[in-house]
Nanobody, 120 residues
């Protein structure tokens, strides 16, 4: 079994910063892309940022220049540093990863989500 466990969410004032972490554990053979998604009330879940195993990154326009995604492959952990937070960043943030539990057997996994609330 594989688990993704997020941490680091919370309440912050506009202009503040938060750092989210997501650690993958369990029967992991390899991890490819890791990413962060978010879902605000009444809206669809959307990509925030993703990072491949080699380090290449992809950001949604909403977070460019403010958010930084990084990963520690030795710890199977992905991070999202969020600066200059805005009230519209308020959402549940979900970790996502493509993980092989054995050679050539890949599945996509989600974390349970962590709430980020930005007050104005």
């Amino acid at each position: 079994q594989v688990q993704l466990v997020e941490s680091g969410g919370g309440l912050v004032q506009a202009g503040g910063s938060l750092r989210l972490s997501c650690a993958a554990s369990g029967s992991i053979f390899s991890i490819n892309v890791m990413g962060w998604y978010r879902q605000a009330p009444g809206k669809l879940r959307e990509l925030v940022a993703s990072i491949a195993s080699g380090g290449s990154t992809n950001y949604a326009d909403s977070g460019k220049g403010r958010f930084t995604i990084s990963r520690d492959n030795a710890k199977n952990t992905v991070y999202l540093q969020m600066n200059s937070l805005k009230p519209e960043d308020t959402a549940v943030y979900y970790c996502n990863a493509d993980i092989a539990t054995a050679r050539a057997i890949w599945s996509n996994f989600w974390g349970q989500g962590t709430q980020v609330t930005v007050s104005s």
